[in-house]
């Protein structure tokens, strides 16, 4: 069973203006890989409040997987990719490059997408977009890997390579 946390940057779901319907598609998905959502923080889109909770998730709460969502395009108040790059200690780039190429096929904005995923001590931290419909999208792409990927970060498995 995988610990995972969800963080949600979002002001208007902050504040209670907005539901937050993507972090229930994470939910339900990563059940599908045998996470489970031991963590749930909806935040505002501030850097600073994005970058603690990050790190408590990481290092405090001890999970292996932290998804955030939210905060990854353009606007001024998008601050998920810095708050992330600010917090991990190496950067994953094949997760967000699988997510950018396969959802280019469905919507040329794919390429706007300033999302990052990275490895703080043994948790996997990536960066997803903010509408349910292309969280569903990006964890169809990377859920199939992702058990791997966990296994080898968090030492349950030390093999990579198939015979």
Not at 44 to 62: F, H, T, W
Not at 125 to 147: F, H, Q, T, W
Request: net charge negative; proline share 5%.
């Amino acid at each position: 069973m995988w610990r995972v946390g969800i963080l949600t940057a979002s002001d208007k779901g902050s504040r209670g203006e907005r539901e937050d319907k993507s972090a229930q598609v994470i939910r339900d998905m990563v059940a599908g890989i045998g996470g489970e959502v031991v963590s749930y923080r909806i935040v505002p889109d501030d850097l600073d409040v994005l970058k603690e909770i990050l790190i408590k998730m990481a290092d405090q709460e001890k999970l292996d997987l932290i998804l955030t969502t939210g905060g990854t395009g353009f606007s001024p108040r998008d601050n998920t990719p810095e708050a992330t790059r600010a917090v991990i200690e190496r950067e994953v780039p094949g997760i967000p490059e699988a997510i950018r190429y396969e959802s280019l096929k469905k919507t040329p904005r794919a390429m706007l997408s300033r999302a990052v995923a990275g490895i703080r001590h043994q948790t996997l931290i990536i960066n997803l977009p903010g509408s349910a419909k292309a969280v569903r999208e990006c964890l169809e792409v990377i859920l199939p890997a992702l058990s791997h990927g966990l296994e080898i970060l968090t030492g349950r498995s030390g093999e990579c390579g198939a015979d």
